[in-house]
Each structure stands twice: as C-alpha cells, then as structure tokens.
C-alpha cells in the first residue's frame, strides 16, 4: 500500500511539528478548503489559520490548528510551511475558551474595536476548540 501514501512534513520557525506518511491531508487555503492524496499534481497554496486535518499511513486521524504559510506537493513529497502549528494535544483548551469569550465580548461592543482583528480572534478560539473536541 506504499503507493497510497506520501511523505508530509510540517514545520514552523520553532519545531518540525510531524514528519512522516500519510494517507490523506485536508486544510484551509486562502481559496477554500483543499484534500491531497497520493499521486497529487504539483501544487503550491496558501492557507489561512484553520484545521488540518492527516490520516497517517498506519490509518490514525491526527487533528492541528495551524496558522498563515504555505504548503507544496510535488513527487510524492509535501511540506507545510507555517507560522504556528498545535496538534490536539497542544490546545490550551481553558485559554481558548478565554480569547473566545474576549473575541465575543469585543465584537458585542464594537466601541473602538478592530472588528476584523475581533473576528480573527474568534476564528483562531473556535478553530482550537473544536480541534480539542475530536
């Protein structure tokens, strides 16, 4: 079943936070949503802050919140280049539940408030919360 997987690397300026094969690979570009099997034609995204989501080749569902970079496939090699990435594990889940509720508390004032930098703030709280909760 070789032929089914490709190798992922995911790295951020701080770690390399998975490297290893994998099955599948689901994310959040700037254009929308985008899946990767084997076999991928070459390809180069952006993405946003959201969910990633891989199945190793062994068959396990790993779930990480990552943030702004770039991800690239080519040969059956793909890497993720990103500012920030927490697996499942990593997610404060206390702290999120905070920024979430100052995200909600800014938005609801709206008094002085950089109501795109609010709404950003609130995707990045949901997005970790609902990682924490697969």
Not at 1 to 22: E, R
Not at 32 to 56: C, E, K
Not at 61 to 83: Q, T, Y
Request: glycine share 6%.
């Amino acid at each position: 079943m070789a032929d089914q997987n490709y190798t992922l690397d995911i790295m951020t300026p701080m770690k390399s936070a998975f490297k290893g094969d994998v099955r599948t690979l689901i994310a959040r570009g700037t254009d929308g949503y985008f899946g990767v099997l084997a076999n991928h034609a070459p390809m180069l995204a952006a993405l946003d802050f959201g969910p990633l989501h891989i199945r190793t080749a062994e068959g396990a569902d790993k779930w990480f919140a990552v943030s702004n970079g770039f991800f690239e496939v080519r040969g059956n090699k793909a890497a993720l280049l990103v500012e920030t990435c927490e697996s499942k594990d990593e997610i404060d889940v206390e702290r999120a539940r905070k920024a979430k509720e100052r995200a909600e508390e800014r938005l609801r004032k709206r008094e002085n408030v950089d109501i795109r930098r609010a709404e950003a703030a609130l995707l990045r709280a949901l997005t970790r919360l609902s990682i924490a909760s697969r």
